[in-house]
């Protein structure tokens, strides 16, 4: 029994991890271990192999693309990490009111689905509590009738995820089941989804759709290793309503376009820093303000404004050429008087469709205490894009300009880091110095996001710039799962609702635009922040960005919590904080620490928060919070500020 078990998973994983071949002709791994024509190699070859030209998945006949993500959408190629590209049939892609269908060719470049993705399925009349999948509030939860596997290695590994459904939909009986993993999934790695014993609203048991049950009666090879790979967990095939695979995309293909625009400038600048100029001098305070522009190498198509897209047209891996340059505008606000100590320098990353501007408060109040604060837009989703984005939620194939035009915006930001701590970069400046010259910048910096500046700073973050420390505040990461949480929202909701008037594209669009999405935000790149320290402050119950989105980001950042983190009672959650070990204070190690300010705990649906007040921008107002951010900023140490009770500032 157990031996001859073990034996089979591990066939079973070898089938479905083996890379892509296309029908053995390139002759890759087609040696070596002389398996027959039924071994592994030979499954995967047919695992891996591309369905038929446009094929939808039957297997959820509630719409094409579902189950999703899948492994039925991709086609093999020996040219990208993970051996294959996704794959979208083109007449399954959601189509909007003119029924003009999302072209995915900008999809079908990844080489996997996202780290972030959100899992989807229909089932009708499903009773999730019943069924005993389990809930937001209890990860840890359910009765083991939901299983997520990692396959890797002949290792089977168990990912921790929670189910909901659909709050939105219109037809709670039709509502999709959302099945949304704790923390990212891990780069390059095949997933196999299982659900069974499922049980109807009315007490029935669940069947397998008929597209599934024929996959059952006569089993292809990737249906036989999904099989065997819940058979593994003890499952029997018997009890399977519902399964599927999926592989997410590799980390060159993730990070691999702005990897390469960073490579190719830090190449070109070397010691150096961009050409800048001062526009603008003024003082404020104990605030030198200082604005200016600095060049930066275009890799965007025409100018590089709002609707830009990457110059990549046909290389197969999305890696664009750069051509000519651009300006970025900056913002920095300087300790006039830094009475001979020179300031660490804060990179400030703007809140929802901002502005650089809106580093005027907290950097008036920085060079207060000795800190300097340089902005710039965060191009993509600043105020000048908001026309285009706009535009693109009327057909949804122009999203791809906000991801290009994000990873732009990053290596502005790591080119200002740049210019902060080079001596060839802001120091040679007068506006920069002190009367007698002295550089009034110490050349050190961090990075501090707010709100969507939390969301989006993991990714220059991530690359070899110029800093290490990371302060992402009310941030998280997977706009997918954000998007129905946020208040934020709300205002978007109706042109995307009058673009895309089916239910079911409405609950899937989220998903399909994090493919795109991620290349600009947290999800893409939390896995590379290796080394780096990040602090990471959540508001309880924010109504802008929910906290799963914050405590997934903890858990794929490994990051402890302060404990105790909220007063007994407050959370919704069995266990709150679920997978986060606690983090003791002072520590130098980052970590996530919350911030009760009263509000009622986030609902348990994918729904706003809107009850109390949101505390989203609350935190720029608590000095026991600015502490923290300083004592990290200067010496990368988390104090304890709240005298071990939790911390609040409620009223």
């Given at each position: ?105 900008e ?6 689905f ?29 009765d ?27 037809d709670?009986?039709?509502?999709p ?26 007490g ?20 036989r ?22 592989t ?29 100029t ?32 990457l ?52 950097g ?21 894009d ?32 740049r210019?902060?701590?080079s ?30 500046g ?32 946020s ?6 909701l ?12 409405q ?73 986060l ?16 300010f ?26 026991e ?27």
């Amino acid at each position: 029994g157990m031996r001859r078990s073990v034996v089979v998973v591990a066939v079973a994983m070898a089938v479905l991890v083996a890379a892509c071949s296309d029908g053995g002709s390139s002759g890759d791994g087609a040696s070596g271990d002389g398996a027959g024509a039924d071994g592994p190699i030979a499954a995967s070859s047919v695992l891996r192999q591309a369905p038929a030209a446009g094929a939808c998945d039957d297997t959820d006949p509630a719409a094409c693309l579902l189950p999703w993500p899948n492994d039925r959408f991709v086609r093999a190629d020996g040219d990208a990490a993970t051996g294959r590209r996704l794959d979208l049939p083109s007449d399954g892609m959601p189509a909007n009111a003119e029924g003009t269908r999302i072209d995915p060719a900008e999809w079908d470049r990844n080489d996997g689905f996202s780290p972030a993705s959100q899992l989807i399925t229909v089932v009708e009349d499903l009773d999730p509590e019943a069924s005993g999948l389990p809930p937001v509030t209890d990860i840890a939860g359910g009765d083991g009738n939901l299983a997520l596997i990692e396959v890797q290695d002949g290792v089977a590994l168990s990912t921790p995820v929670w189910a909901e459904l659909d709050a939105n939909a219109p037809d709670p009986s039709t509502a999709p089941l959302l099945i949304v993993p704790a923390q990212a999934l891990r780069e390059g790695r095949t997933y196999v989804v299982g659900l069974r014993n499922l049980v109807r609203a009315d007490g029935s048991e669940v069947v397998p759709s008929p597209g599934f049950q024929a996959q059952l009666d006569d089993p292809d090879e990737r249906t036989r290793a999904m099989l065997d790979v819940l058979l593994g967990q003890g499952w029997d095939p018997d009890e399977v309503d519902v399964a599927w695979s999926f592989t997410v995309g590799s980390a060159d293909d993730l990070s691999g376009r702005l990897r390469h625009m960073w490579a190719e400038t830090a190449d070109e600048v070397g010691e150096g820093a961009s050409a800048f100029t001062v526009d603008e001098v003024s003082v404020e305070g104990s605030a030198r303000i200082v604005r200016g522009t600095f060049e930066m190498p275009k890799y965007l198509t025409g100018d590089g404004g709002p609707g830009a897209v990457l110059a990549n047209g046909d290389d197969p891996d999305g890696l664009p050429v750069a051509d000519g340059t651009m300006d970025a505008p900056y913002l920095c606000l300087v300790p006039d008087d830094t009475g001979g100590a020179e300031a660490p320098t804060v990179l400030y990353g703007h809140g929802l469709l901002g502005s650089r501007q809106e580093v005027m408060g907290l950097g008036s109040l920085g060079t207060t205490v000795g800190l300097a604060f340089c902005a710039l837009d965060f191009i993509g989703m600043s105020t000048e894009d908001v026309p285009v984005i706009v535009d693109a939620f009327g057909d949804l194939t122009a999203f791809r300009t906000v991801p290009d035009r994000l990873q732009q915006g990053h290596l502005g930001f790591l080119l200002l880091g740049r210019l902060v701590a080079s001596d060839a970069g802001f120091a040679t400046d007068p506006a920069f110095q002190g009367p007698d010259g002295q550089p009034l910048l110490s050349g050190s910096v961090a990075y501090l996001g707010a709100s969507q500046g939390g969301i989006l700073g993991g990714a220059p973050s991530a690359m070899d710039g110029d800093w290490d420390r990371v302060i992402l505040a009310v941030g998280g990461m997977g706009y997918n799962t954000l998007l129905r949480r946020s208040i934020d929202f709300d205002e978007f909701l109706p042109a995307l609702e009058a673009a895309y008037p089916d239910p079911l594209d409405q609950a899937m669009l989220p998903d399909l635009l994090e493919q795109l999405w991620q290349r600009g935000e947290n999800a893409a790149y939390a896995q590379q922040l290796g080394d780096r320290t990040v602090f990471l402050l959540e508001a309880f119950g924010d109504h802008q960005v929910a906290n799963v989105a914050t405590e997934r980001l903890a858990r794929t950042l490994r990051v402890g919590v302060r404990q105790p983190a909220l007063a007994e009672g407050r959370s919704n959650d069995v266990a709150p904080f679920w997978g986060l070990e606690p983090l003791e204070l002072p520590s130098e190690h980052g970590g996530l620490v919350v911030w009760d300010f009263g509000t009622p705990a986030p609902p348990v649906e994918n729904v706003p928060n809107r009850a109390g007040d949101d505390p989203h921008g609350k935190l720029a107002d608590v000095p026991e919070a600015l502490t923290m951010v300083l004592s990290f900023v200067l010496d990368g140490v988390l104090p304890e500020v709240c005298d071990g009770e939790p911390c609040s500032s409620a009223g």
